[in-house]
């Protein structure tokens, strides 16, 4: 067992004496062979020497020291919820490669083994990992600790593109769901959601950027959104212009009060909701109008829909957006309102859920 020495000794601090030798104990209490003792202090403290200039490059070059260097140098360019995002992540990364990983170590088969032993039958994270560990290596060959970065070797794993359309009915189903609870009374945050949910739907714009809006952003012209997603590629700014339905959403969302400052989707208490918050609020309403949908149908004895009001994010209320602008006022239209650089991204939110409409061959 290790432990103070009870006696005054001439060797540096750590080291002993096993079986005519001399061994250097680190923290973790793994023993590193110095030299016999027969060869002397000399040759113990060059070896003592050569030892800490090792472990103290390994210790700047493991996986563990390369994640806390890009976290600090890197993490504040992004958006508050991708930084907490990120921090979980690099967290689970650094359980897999401890401080026995060496940044010049790790290949493109360690990289697609972990994937696959965390993430097989789970591809949208598993890319997602595969992302974000790909800038810390491009992190890490920018500054020299290693010469390639290992994930560009290893393929992404297939996504099934995501296609769910909100309909029309859906939408008021959700609305009203979000307004009275089980119980058939008004739920304490219900203006609020229901506002959230028309902004989306109106503006399409991110949660995120929506429960980041501040009443110093509307004005008799519109609101101005600088969406955060962007602000590091196109920085785009963006106003969208106020019109009567855009005037009564904000109205609501007042609930009477006039406020000049604070957040547009509040709280009772006038504070901004958390992003986990208003996800559960959106997800509740969603169940509550699926119950009630299946209590309706088995009322009128019909078979419920299994699709109806099942699997929505609240993203798809963009996506949906953006279909019906496009159906409106054409592609460019919702790719301006989208805040996207090109027509291929507005594409990826829209071609997916629109139905081409085709008449038939006419009989001669």
Known sequence: ?????????????????????????????????????????????????????????????????????????????????????????????????????????????????????????????????????????????????????????????????????????????????????????????????????????????????????NWAEVSDEGIIFHPAKTVNSSGVRMLVEMTPDLQTILDSAKAGKVKAIGPVICTQSGGRFTYSGAQTAWKRACRRARHWYEDACGVNNQTPDASFLVGMHFHDLRAKALTDKRRQEGAAAAQALAGHTTAEMTAHYTKAREIERVSPVRRR
Request: aromatic share 8%.
């Open 1 to 213: 067992m290790i432990g103070r020495r009870k006696k005054a000794s001439p060797l540096p601090s750590r080291v002993y004496e096993k079986n005519g030798a001399w061994y250097f104990v680190d923290i973790r209490r793994k023993w590193h062979k110095l030299c016999r003792v027969s060869e002397g202090l000399t040759a113990l403290y060059t070896a003592l020497a050569a030892i800490n200039r090792d472990l103290d490059e390994r210790q700047t070059n493991t996986m563990p020291a390369l994640i806390d260097a890009w976290l600090l140098a890197k993490l504040g360019s992004y958006a508050a919820k991708t930084q907490e995002e990120y921090r979980r992540m690099a967290t689970f990364i650094r359980s897999e490669f401890d401080d026995q990983w060496l940044v010049a170590d790790v290949e493109p088969k360690d990289v697609a083994r972990f994937l696959d032993k965390h993430f097989d039958g789970k591809p949208n994270a598993s890319n997602k990992y595969r992302a974000l560990l790909s800038v810390m290596f491009t992190y890490a060959v920018r500054k020299g600790l290693r010469n390639a970065n290992p994930v560009t070797e290893v393929a992404g794993a297939s996504e099934k593109k995501r296609d769910r359309y909100i309909t029309d009915a859906e939408l008021e189903a959700v609305r009203a769901a979000a307004l009275l609870g089980n119980d058939n009374k008004p739920t304490p945050s219900g203006l609020a959601i229901v506002a959230l949910i028309d902004l989306a739907y109106l503006t399409a714009q991110r949660i995120g950027d929506l429960l980041a809006l």
